[in-house]
């Protein structure tokens, strides 16, 4: 059935809200215990600062009535099965009648955008490589269907994130569309490769400052190919596929 994505922004404006305000409360409760941190780190690794998210991706999935679905987030063990390692812990798992429909990774950077950064890369690269390993040598069934996998993360749009940087080009050239590129840049360029790289089904980078995006949850894309409505509407065609073909299996 059709999904009205407008509504589902609207939950993300929400999310961003709640994401900030998560943040705030983390750096508050930290520096009550005398812990003093660098940035925005204690916040964002207080570890619930994107679990607005989940119930929004998870009510998309639900709205295609689909029997004998479950999601595991938080501490009902979402873990799969790796190839270079046992298991990897994703942010929310969705299972189909006992098969894997989706898994989502959920990021965030508010400080220290270079290190940061590069860290996520090779994250997102490695965790997809052992992913689609895995599937491929039958981890998650044999005859199973591809699974969607979305990578988004959620960057604080200050002057550090948005300045042009430049990067050390010793021994070979960079790749053009990395000069003078600065972080958020960087980042749109990632969630866009990995997309064409067909590591991830989807990518996102939400853009949001300290300002309007607590009062409000504002945010923006720097491209439509990594915006959250495209993140959204693929998820949400994979999702209806899946109603599709529940429905030719029902009848």
């Known amino acids: 059935m059709p999904i009205d994505l407008s509504k589902y922004e609207k939950n993300a404006r929400n999310a961003v809200k709640l994401f900030w305000g998560t943040k705030d409360a983390a750096a508050i409760a930290q520096a009550e215990r005398g812990v003093r941190d660098v940035g925005t780190r204690g916040a964002v690794t207080a570890g619930k600062h994107l679990d607005a998210f989940v119930p929004l991706l998870s009510d998309i999935a639900r709205s295609q009535g689909l029997k004998e679905i479950s999601f595991h987030a938080g501490r009902r063990a979402p873990t799969l099965p790796g190839y ?4 990897k812990e994703w942010d929310l798992i969705i299972m189909h009648k006992g098969q894997l429909a989706a898994v989502f990774e959920l990021k965030s950077m508010g400080s220290s955008f270079g290190k940061n950064l590069n860290n996520r890369v090779e994250e ?10 895995a599937f491929r040598e039958g981890a998650f069934g044999k005859n199973a269907a591809r699974p969607f996998i979305g990578w988004l993360m959620i960057m604080r749009e200050c002057g550090e994130s948005m300045a042009p940087k430049q990067s050390i080009e010793r021994h070979f050239p960079v790749f053009n569309e990395f000069r003078g590129a600065s972080y958020a840049q960087r980042a749109d360029i990632l969630c866009r490769k990995l997309v064409r790289e067909n590591l991830y089904t989807a990518t996102a980078l939400m853009l949001t400052d300290n300002n309007d995006g607590k009062t409000s949850g504002v945010y923006r894309h720097l491209s439509e190919a990594a915006s959250f409505r495209r993140f959204l509407a693929t998820f ?13 299996g029902a009848r």
């Open 84 to 87: 270079f390692r046992p298991t």
């Open 124 to 133: 997102a690269i490695g965790a997809s490589r052992d992913f689609w390993t």
């Open 236 to 248: 949400a065609g994979h999702m209806t596929a899946i109603g599709a073909e529940e429905a030719d």
